[in-house]
């Protein structure tokens, strides 16, 4: 047992450091998803991120244990699991549909296809070291992904110069576990924990530098026309609110208030959070709001 025996007293201690650290790490979007409770709403949270890292977590415990004498790797990896699976089950509850199906999608896709098909062929196909070489790479190979899954992220910053979604303290802690699991691979000579983590440092203080930059900028709306993915909306993605305000004597038929469809000819048929009023012939003012959601049309 290199990892927990006091013969290895430097490797005992970076990997008990590792799984503190990276304990808080899992811990880090707690925040996050606060702000999802509170607000009933994932808004422009992704969760992609969550389902990799779950992901990560169970093809390292699935290594550990063929491997054996991994202890450190088993229990942080087993409070990740947990934790991991919380988060999802909270972006499941306030996710919108759509968001919601794209998420079972990967999810089933990952955790259930990917992970049993890695299973059976570990121990249908490989023996002994080949069995430990094939999953160590393996799990090389998803590690990477998880450090790969905030890029879009990253990619919003820069689009929007803000780092609403992406706190300074997940990328810090992300930094050093990064570190710390690194050093304790070399110490007990597993090349397959320290590779991964190369690249986790290499993301960590690129998220921190664009942290710094972007922290005090005023952030920039997507250019209009446009949704966040960059995409044009479609007709079937808009929901116009027409608020009409009398403001000049009407014909006896419509006293109610309420004009035909065919008046609103006028009104651009563009996405917005909000376009000025526009001014019917009859002297009227048309207040329009938009939210992409469904073609109807409400009179209010």
């Not at 304990?23 to 992704?46: C, D, H, N, V």
């Not at 450090?147 to 979604?165: D, G, H, N």
């Amino acid at each position: 047992m290199a990892g927990l025996s006091l013969q290895h007293p430097w490797a005992f201690a970076f990997g008990l450091l590792g799984n503190v650290i990276s304990f808080m790490t899992f811990l880090a979007p707690i925040p996050t998803f606060y702000r999802i409770y509170k607000t009933k709403s994932t808004e422009g949270f992704q969760s992609v991120p969550y389902v990799v890292a779950l992901f990560s977590a169970m093809l390292w415990i699935f290594y550990a244990l063929i491997k054996s004498n991994e202890t450190f790797l088993i229990t942080i990896n087993a409070a990740g699991c947990v934790i991991e699976t919380i988060y999802i089950v909270m972006y499941f509850v306030y996710a919108p549909k759509k968001a919601k199906m794209f998420t079972a999608k990967i999810f089933l896709l990952l955790n259930a296809g990917v992970f049993g098909v890695i299973l059976l062929l570990t121990l249908l196909l490989f023996k002994g070291d080949k069995r430990v070489v094939m999953l160590g790479w393996i799990c090389v190979g998803f590690s990477v992904s998880v450090f790969v899954a905030p890029l879009s992220i990253m990619k919003r910053v820069i689009q929007t110069k803000s780092v609403e979604y992406m706190p300074f303290s997940l990328s810090l802690s992300l930094t050093l576990s990064a570190v710390v699991w690194f050093l304790y691979g070399l110490l007990i000579k597993d090349k397959y924990v320290a590779l991964p983590n190369v690249l986790g440092f290499t993301f960590g203080v690129v998220q921190m530098v664009l942290y710094v930059l972007y922290m005090n900028k005023t952030p920039v709306a997507v250019a209009e026309g446009k949704d966040a993915s960059g995409k044009l909306p479609s007709a079937a993605d808009e929901h116009v609110f027409v608020n009409i305000a009398k403001l000049s004597p009407a014909l006896p038929e419509r006293s109610s208030g309420v004009h035909p469809v065919a008046q609103m000819a006028a009104v651009p048929n563009r996405s917005c959070a909000a376009a000025p009023p526009a001014m019917l012939p009859n002297g009227d003012v048309v207040d329009v709001f938009v939210s992409r959601h469904s073609p109807a049309v409400h009179v209010v």
